[in-house]
């Protein structure tokens, strides 16, 4: 990836809208279908991050990383793995259930996959398709 850019965002529900934002404002003059499909991704992904791993944890993080290739766009989240139900959530991380958000990745997505980290967690990734490409 030649130009990447990166946040780290506590794990609190709330910080999933300023995942959203950060990743809107990266993309700004990208055209309207990429911002719109890449805030979806992000969102999602986020969610998933604060709602199911250790990020959503007291004291959790996820890491949101934007990386511009010629003819795509990659989003990744970074969480802090686990699968164990957390005996301490973020106050604000309530335990509602989805379960579409991958299929919506995938719909927006060119291609999308999930990396184990050896440091522990996951990292989630998805590339879209760049205006043109």
Not at 2 to 7: D, G, N, Q, T
Not at 72 to 93: H, K, L, T
Not at 103 to 132: N, Q, T, Y
């Amino acid at each position: 990836m030649p130009k990447e850019w990166s946040r780290i965002f506590p794990g609190q529900a709330w910080q999933v809208a300023e995942a959203r934002h950060f990743v809107a404002a990266l993309l700004e003059g990208e055209g309207s279908s990429l911002v719109d499909d890449a805030v979806l991704v992000v969102g999602e992904l986020a969610a998933n991050a604060v709602r199911h791993t250790r990020s959503g944890w007291y004291r959790g993080w996820f890491l949101v990383v934007v990386g511009f290739a010629d003819d795509f766009v990659r989003i990744q989240v970074v969480d802090q793995g686990g699968d164990d139900e957390p005996m301490v959530r973020s106050v604000n991380a309530p335990m509602e259930q989805g379960g579409r958000g991958l299929m919506l990745v995938s719909a927006c997505a060119k291609d999308w996959g999930v990396k184990d980290r050896p440091a522990g967690g996951r990292c989630i990734w998805a590339d879209l398709a760049r205006a043109g490409a």
